[in-house]
């Protein structure tokens, strides 16, 4: 069988794939595995005649595309296609291969056609500089994609949700009930899989919709739901820490978009609550989903994923775990929150709490002058 991993040049598809590989070695479900790109033959001419170093550097990565597209594809477009099919053949039946550049339609259409998967890999932002326009790096279209990897979290985070994908698309234990569920194909009414939001809307978790997604229900909800699983000497809302990440991240001269992502980074948890980390990571189907209704939420407010750096929503959100803990918890942590987490030295001294009225109010204005700033990150006085 043939899988392939679609996504933006630094997404992790690479890492996606050799993931997938380890896990297909552990379940032995396949007799062996192996890792193949559409580029091996790309990067040995590039190598061979032209004397790349390997360095996937702006210079180096235009080489491979004019190698790879202007060149090969231009001749024909089922040049590489070809090649890895032919390679692939030769590895047997048994064989799980792995490819980790499908970036055309055709590559993704014919890894289908074998009858294997194409996974999409989201997550890290890379600054491709004049590269990313070129059409290797437009994607595929979604209607080739069989599900997603978000690539945001730890390595075991990773591991967990290729896990997942694996036992619900390729492994040979999986039921039909349980690919069902993920998949989300079972009977809208027989799973009752959608709640009712405050304002009355019908939320699938399934099927989430930009037309179901209201500011005012995450609002609500972001400013009723408590930090640390409620383990906190005050009340703390997931809204506030919102803000105070959001504030974090302007005080640190990220762009509009990271801001504004940043300020919506946990209002998936509107729907799904303030699952904890540590438990979290044990239902990795709950991270899918949760990528899921995150990006949903993006694309509502009309965000560019190309132009948000989050890893920095990342840095900002484990520096505020700190602080937060810091003020929240009348005893002593177990660990050095300080050396686990990536945290950063804050430009902006504490955090900022209010009531659960005044969290509601202030996330909504905040979204809010996000949206008329015109691109301006400092919309919002975060003081």
Request: aromatic share 8%; charged share 25%; net charge negative.
């Amino acid at each position: 069988m043939i899988v392939g991993f679609t996504g933006k040049a630094g997404a992790g598809k690479s890492t996606a794939a050799k993931t997938m590989i380890d896990v297909a070695i552990d379940s032995t479900a396949f007799g062996k595995a192996a890792l193949m790109s559409f580029a091996d033959p790309i990067k040995r001419i590039a190598k061979e005649s032209f004397g790349w170093d390997g360095q996937k550097d702006e210079k180096g990565r235009r080489l491979l595309q004019v190698i790879g597209t202007e060149a090969g594809r231009e001749y024909s477009s089922d040049i590489w296609i070809d090649a890895l099919l032919k390679r692939a053949d030769g590895l047997g039946d048994e064989c799980l291969v792995c490819v980790d550049d499908v970036r055309f339609d055709n590559e993704a259409e014919a890894i289908r056609e074998c009858g294997g998967h194409v996974f999409a890999v989201e997550g890290r932002l890379t600054n491709l500089g004049l590269n990313a326009a070129h059409s290797s790096e437009r994607g595929v279209d979604e209607d080739l994609i069989t599900d997603t990897v978000f690539n945001g979290g730890s390595p075991e985070d990773l591991k967990n949700q290729v896990r997942l994908v694996f036992d619900c698309w390729l492994s040979p234990d999986c039921t039909d009930e349980c690919c069902a569920s993920c998949k989300g194909e079972c009977d809208p009414d027989d799973r009752m899989g959608f709640i009712q939001t405050m304002s009355g809307t019908r939320f699938d978790f399934a099927d989430p919709t930009v037309e179901s997604i209201r500011l005012e229900d995450i609002a609500h909800a972001l400013a009723r739901i408590c930090r640390f699983g409620g383990h906190t000497n005050r009340f703390y809302s997931v809204a506030d820490h919102s803000l105070n990440v959001a504030r974090h991240l302007a005080w640190s001269n990220a762009n509009y978009a990271t801001v504004l992502a940043g300020l919506l980074h946990d209002a998936a948890e509107a729907y799904i609550g303030d699952i904890v980390t540590p438990f979290k990571r044990m239902i990795p189907q709950v991270s899918v989903i949760e990528s899921r209704i995150a990006r949903t939420i993006r694309a509502r407010f009309g965000l560019n994923e190309d132009q948000v750096d989050f890893d920095a929503i990342k840095r900002g959100d484990e520096t505020m775990l700190v602080v937060e803990a810091k003020s929240l918890f009348d005893f002593e942590p177990l660990e050095n929150w300080t050396n686990v987490f990536r945290a950063e030295p804050l430009l902006i001294p504490g955090h900022i709490s209010r009531s659960q009225r005044e969290a509601e109010l202030f996330f909504s204005a905040a979204v809010m002058a996000m949206l008329n700033a015109n691109g301006k990150r400092r919309a919002v006085a975060w003081n």
